[in-house]
């Protein structure tokens, strides 16, 4: 499934004024607005002023800090459900095939690879000379023993590798076979993946992180992960710095990686320092980290450019943000209800008051970078409360005497759970007044990232807020929405699992567009959530160092064994 993010928080000294003038004024206009748009286009701005850079960052001569919100701790790339937990990881490993700037596919660990005619196998050679961080080698056998634990009937994390059809995966999995027989390794350095048939996605599930078999998989048989998973807070990796150690709510350590296959990296040591909306720009401001993400929007910009010392830089994401249904609600499994409650929210007031310029209302569950994006035939559900009060009708909810909605004696209240961040800060005060003004009543629960995920997994919500991680592949915005992968939100429609298996079953893109375009319209009509925005990515690196070149697909840490402090 596509990685739950919490966002990308961030927070400035003038932001609470604002939001509380634009949701309550319900004004969405901003004096910075256009300056900003004519000066920050896509791409970085240098910093204007390196004299300004913060006596606490000149003190650090080895380290370079970055901020994150909510890691749970558990660092192994193929377990985490916190998509935090994604970005420490992909600091201790690195990928078998790697992604540029513009989302295509290229070589990792891997040195090159080939794809049959036919498109069902692939074999992949690997760089000579690959190690782990501890210097043991790291060879094909290693990536057979990480793609067959992906197979194994206790596996239960979010990579999903039923979509690489590898042969055997499936006999392995129920019991019936002793290994995967579509694994077969050639050489040290080269490994054969057959598959039952092409996907769009393959290379990309077969090319992920390599964990090592000597520390990973000792004693291992099949349906026995428990060693492993004792594992999760004492990483091996192989990525460009090595885990040292994680202090719950205040930062992760981290030294670089002498065996990096790219070379040592050029900066000794590495920290994340957990942040969150109310410290984070503070923190950059005085220099306690040299790099952060922010919300892009010009009061935030402006503060930025204020500092001198900020190499700002801004793109488009491929994210999207939305408010899932739990279709296991009775409420919920009327779509009636559920095409009135988009209707009935201002999305554009949200985005408008949120991103103030650099963010769009989402229409599809992709964003519109990608090559599938197309809503010409998607109904938009502009907000219209005239609709969402027929809808309401016609599903036999009936105005009370209090305005409140009822049916069959029950009042139509939904809990909708919220984790803390700029988005939901507007999201709540919006949703609870254009519900009300529908007849519904809200009741919003603000917790932690981490909580929301343990209630929702334990299907304790009625609607709940979160974003996607980076879609790397139109098929990546929709998996959420396969019928296996929607168990815990109840959401089942034959349509859409027939369209995502097409989608995914060919790698021209020529005949995955019209698929797609159809998959769209079916989740438009069939809604299994409010898509609420796309957005730009905005972030700020230190003047004090070099080399940070934060993209779409990579993020900080593509470009993170690259990083110089300034002498």
Do not use: C
């Not at 937990?85 to 596919?105: A, H, Y």
């Not at 935030?300 to 001198?308: A, C």
């Not at 109904?379 to 909605?405: F, S």
Request: zero cysteines.
């Amino acid at each position: 499934m596509a990685r739950l993010f919490n966002g990308l928080p961030a927070q400035t000294l003038r932001y609470s004024t604002l939001l509380k003038t634009a949701i309550f004024s319900g004004a969405v206009l901003f004096s910075s607005l256009s300056a900003a748009e004519d000066v920050l286009k896509d791409g970085i701005t240098p910093a204007t002023d390196a004299s300004q850079i913060p006596a606490a960052a000149k003190l650090r001569k080895d380290t370079v800090i970055a901020g994150i919100s909510e890691p749970q701790g558990i660092f192994n790339p193929y377990f985490f459900v916190n998509g935090w937990d994604e970005n420490v990881t992909n600091v201790i490993f690195s990928r078998l095939i790697d992604w540029d700037s513009q989302g295509k596919l290229v070589p990792g660990l891997a040195e090159s690879w080939k794809v049959t005619p036919d498109g069902k196998t692939y074999i992949i050679k690997l760089r000579p000379n690959l190690t782990f961080s501890d210097g043991s080698p790291l060879t094909a056998e290693d990536v057979a023993f990480t793609l067959t634990v992906l197979y194994d009937p206790q596996y239960d994390g979010d990579t999903d590798i039923s979509l690489a059809n590898i042969a055997g995966g499936s006999d392995y999995k129920a019991g019936k076979a002793d290994s995967v027989s579509g694994l077969k390794v050639i050489d040290p350095l080269t490994l054969q993946v057959t598959t039952t048939q092409p996907g769009a996605t393959t290379l990309q599930k077969i090319g992920g992180p390599v964990l090592s078999k000597a520390y990973y998989g000792k004693g291992y048989q099949r349906g026995k992960l428990d060693y492993l998973r004792t594992l999760h807070g004492k990483p091996l990796g192989n990525g460009p710095y090595v885990y040292d150690k994680y202090i719950p709510g205040q930062e992760i350590r981290f030294h670089a990686n002498t065996h990096f296959y790219r070379g040592t990296p050029a900066t000794p040591r590495f920290i994340y320092r957990v942040t969150n909306p109310s410290t984070n720009f503070q923190l950059f401001q005085t220099g306690d980290t040299d790099y952060d993400a922010f919300t892009s929007r010009p009061d935030d910009i402006e503060q930025l450019k204020l500092l001198g010392f900020a190499n700002i830089n801004l793109y488009g994401s491929s994210d999207y943000s939305r408010v899932e249904f739990n279709l296991k609600r009775p409420v919920l499994q009327d779509v009636k209800v559920r095409q009135a409650l988009i209707y009935g929210l201002d999305r554009q007031k949200l985005i408008d008051v949120v991103y103030q310029g650099y963010g769009s209302v989402a229409v599809e569950p992709i964003a519109p970078i990608s090559w599938a994006y197309n809503t010409q035939n998607v109904n938009p559900y502009h907000y219209d409360q005239a609709q969402a009060k027929k809808l309401l009708d016609e599903a036999g909810w009936k105005v009370g005497p209090d305005g409140i909605r009822v049916k069959d004696g029950k009042r139509l209240e939904l809990s909708l759970l919220v984790s803390k961040k700029v988005l939901n800060d507007a999201l709540i005060p919006i949703a609870k007044e254009n519900y009300q003004q529908i007849g519904i009543l809200l009741k919003p629960q603000v917790i932690d990232f981490n909580a929301l995920m343990s209630q929702r997994k334990a299907g304790n919500y009625d609607l709940a807020s979160f974003s996607t991680s980076t879609l790397n592949d139109p098929h990546d915005g929709v998996w959420d929405y396969y019928s296996t992968e929607a168990d815990v939100q109840g959401y089942h429609n034959a349509e859409v699992d027939k369209l995502i298996n097409a989608g995914n079953a060919t790698l021209d893109i020529e005949k995955r567009k019209p698929i797609y375009h159809q998959l769209y319209q079916i989740l438009a009509d069939d809604p299994p959530a409010i898509l609420l925005g796309y957005r730009k990515i905005l972030s700020a690196s230190s003047a004090r160092v070099t080399g940070f070149k934060p993209d779409i697909y990579n993020g900080l840490t593509g470009s993170l064994p690259d990083v110089k402090i300034v002498k």
